[in-house]
């Protein structure tokens, strides 16, 4: 209840500063990439955002950001960390395996977001910050290839949970027209309590708790009312 609280008095305070601002969509697209331990396991994501822009005056802006990515597995980096882990379980039961796994992550955020502009009105650099939610999909499915015997599927698991996300970065817009600009940007983000998968001695599939960092590298257009 408490954070619920707090998420309304963000958001009313947000809408407060912005009632009489100039609005404005900024839509961009690139590449995400993981960095520390997330990249051992997961390799560049892409995707996309969306963001509703309010500008309170020349060097501030506010905004609200949606949008879309998708991380698939390092294949062989899990395989890899599979077959550590399960190594002495396989060596007791005298059994020669080939583990296979899929692990696609789907992230969605919707954060709030401050940038400071400055420069000219036709080359803007800016700094920005942003802080909120995200909700995530984590998909994990595969087999294991018994050597000289069958090959037994692993059920699939499907996850979805959400949890807090902080990001910095900065970047430039380049005025095109009156309304246009075009954006080209690089932030860094912290996602925090996204279930990556391990094993355990068990031989099973499980998730494990981790703070999952990126370095996003995005370009794309402002257009402003």
């Known amino acids: 209840m408490k954070n619920l609280k707090y998420y309304v008095f963000i958001i009313a305070a947000f809408f407060a500063v912005t009632v009489n601002a100039q609005y404005g969509i900024n839509v961009k697209g690139g590449a995400y990439i993981p960095y520390g331990e997330f990249a051992d396991r997961y390799t560049t994501g892409v995707g996309g955002e969306l963001t509703f822009v309010f500008v309170t005056n020349p060097n501030f802006e506010f905004g609200f950001t949606t949008g879309y990515s998708r991380y698939s597995a390092d294949k062989d980096a899990l395989h890899q960390s599979l077959m550590e882990d399960l190594e002495d379980l396989l060596g007791q039961m005298n059994i020669d395996a080939i583990i296979n796994v899929e692990a696609p992550l789907n992230i969605i955020p919707l954060v709030l977001n401050i940038k400071y502009l ?103 257009f402002s257009y402003y009312f």
């Open 118 to 220: 400055f420069g000219s009105k036709k080359f803007k650099p800016y700094l920005c910050f942003e802080g909120g939610l995200f909700f995530y999909e984590l998909t994990t499915k595969g087999n294991v290839e018994v050597v000289n015997g069958p090959t037994i599927d692993i059920q699939e698991y499907t996850e979805q949970s959400n949890s807090t996300m902080l990001g910095i970065g900065g970047g430039m817009q380049f005025r095109l027209t009156k309304k246009i600009f075009f954006d080209i940007s690089a932030k860094w983000s912290i996602m925090n309590n996204i279930r990556l998968v391990e094993a355990d001695v068990n031989e099973e599939k499980k998730g494990i708790d981790k703070t999952v960092q990126t370095i996003g590298l995005l370009g794309g």
